[in-house]
């Protein structure tokens, strides 16, 4: 099984301040028939299923705010908010779907200070 | 719309058994590949499993922690995805969700999970 790692497991960031969170994989999650990392990034709130908000580690979905972005390939990736604001309060979870089980990261939860 | 309904959890004692069921809209579950996935409260998501398009013999795969007690299943008729739960055990608590690969409505996206439905709550206790 491809393990997933994330750190930290909580953040805490002012308002208007950068978010980084890492996660990293056991094993290369880079498709060769694609040449595209099998990484996505969700946003989960409180009493809602997940939401996309990065998928191929760096391809920012449609909707979602450009301060928002990921980057890395192979096993290391990071997810990152330039200028955090209040509604991104949230759990971030990263995933791996390049083959079964599938496996997510344990999640950050991201708070404002 | 793509829109996912999960129904059918609540309370049951360990060892029993229950069936969700998640009914699809915006497209057929015959071609999708169709994956629940649970999350414990206060904890982290965890795959469940899947079952793969007809197109593709249907297959299905389990996580270890569930394979042998769970079956997941579908309805065409009904546009309807299923998970029996047999056996349960109070680590089963959690809440399920049904979701699909985002090129079900896209065939130039990947094998990532979108949409997501609400979530149906699951909770064996005595």
């Known amino acids: 099984d491809i393990v997933m790692t994330q750190s930290p497991d909580s953040l805490a960031v002012s308002l208007g301040e950068r978010a980084t969170i890492n996660c990293k994989s056991s094993?290369?999650?880079?498709?060769?028939?694609?040449?595209?990392?099998?990484l996505v990034w969700y946003q989960q709130k409180p009493g809602q299923p997940p939401k996309v908000l990065i998928y191929w580690a760096s391809a920012r979905e449609s909707g979602v705010p450009d301060r928002f972005s990921g980057s890395g390939s192979g096993t290391d990736f990071t997810l990152t908010i330039s200028s955090l604001q209040a509604e991104d309060v949230a759990t971030y979870y990263c995933?791996?779907?390049?083959?079964?089980?599938?496996?997510f990261g344990q999640g950050t939860r991201l708070e404002i200070k | 719309e793509v829109q996912l309904v999960e129904s059918g959890g609540g309370l049951v004692e360990p060892g029993g058994s229950l069936r969700l069921s998640c009914a699809a809209s915006g497209f057929t579950v015959t071609n999708a590949y169709m994956t629940w996935v649970r999350q414990a409260p206060g904890k982290g998501l965890e795959w469940v499993g899947r079952i793969k398009s007809k197109p593709e013999r249907g297959t299905i795969d389990y996580a270890a922690p569930v394979r042998g007690r769970f079956s997941i299943s579908r309805d065409d008729s009904k546009n309807t995805l299923y998970l029996q739960m047999n056996s349960l055990k109070t680590e089963d608590t959690a809440v399920y969700y049904c979701?699909?690969?985002?090129?079900?409505?896209?065939?130039?996206?990947?094998?990532?999970?979108?949409?997501w439905g609400q979530g149906t709550l699951v909770t064996v206790s005595s």
């Open positions: 094993q290369s999650v880079l498709n060769t028939s694609n040449n595209k990392n099998d």
């Open positions: 995933q791996q779907y390049l083959r079964t089980p599938i496996t």
């Open positions: 979701t699909t690969y985002s090129w079900v409505v896209d065939s130039t996206r990947g094998n990532w999970f979108d949409p």
